[in-house]
Every structure is written in C-alpha cells, then in structure tokens.
C-alpha cells in the first residue's frame, strides 16, 4: 500500500511482512539539496509511523549523487531512527549510476553501531527474497 508518494519517491508498506519499500524515481535528477532533505524527513516520518522491520531501498532509477554534507544529514536523521523502531534488514537494490550507488553505499558504510543487516542486489527479486528469508 503506498502511505507516501513525491515527484522523487514512493514510499510504500506491507504490514503483513513488516516491509517499507521507498522506491526512487527518475525525477531525482532534477531533485536540489533542499529537495533531498525533505525527501529524507518525509522517509523519516514514515519510519517512525510504521516502524518497520526491514527495509528496501529501491535505487535502481535514482540519477541524484548524495553529497558529503547531504550524508552526514541523512545520517543525523535516519540513523537514529533505524535503531528506534529496531529495523531487522535493509535491502538495497543498486542504482545504475555509479556515482549515486557510491554515495549510498557511503551513507550505509558510515553507521558503525548498525543494528541491522544490509546487503545490496542487481534486482529487486534477490532483495525480496533475502528480507523474507
């Protein structure tokens, strides 16, 4: 069910399985610093709502590379919220880009008291596959 949708995201819930799918769009090329932050703190708010378990991080159509600063805010908000709501597992699904894939593994490398497990998938399949295991 999707609780969020933006002109750069989709947010999207399964309570059954305990799953938050946020899924980026082709959009984010055209997405600012600003706009990142607000897709962040909407994430966030949908985080602390649902609480889930696991996660999947759909970058595959992502085209927006995540700045140093932009990280390090990212971090500040979602980080402590993942350990909040006890999240389980994150997948996430590699964008294309190199860059952008870059920058996300950055994000998710910097979180030294992770609580969850994180891989990363070619495939959306792959990633469904190893959060229901």
């Known amino acids: 069910m999707i609780v969020e949708q933006t002109s750069f995201f989709i947010l999207s819930y399964f309570s059954k399985t305990e799953l938050l799918e946020l899924e980026w769009l082709e959009k984010t090329s055209t997405m600012t610093p600003k706009n990142f932050q607000e897709q962040v703190r909407l994430e966030n708010e949908v985080l602390l709502k649902y609480k889930p378990k696991k996660l999947l991080a759909k970058t595959l159509d992502m085209d927006y590379t995540i700045s140093p600063d932009e990280q390090e805010k990212h971090n500040e908000i979602i980080l402590p919220t993942f350990k909040t709501i006890g999240l389980e597992k994150l997948a996430i699904v590699v964008s294309k880009d190199l860059f ?34």
């Open 100 to 133: 952008t894939q870059v920058s996300i593994s950055q994000i998710i490398d910097d979180d030294s008291t992770a609580e969850y497990q994180t891989q990363y998938f070619d495939d959306t399949t792959s990633a469904i596959t190893w959060l229901e295991e």
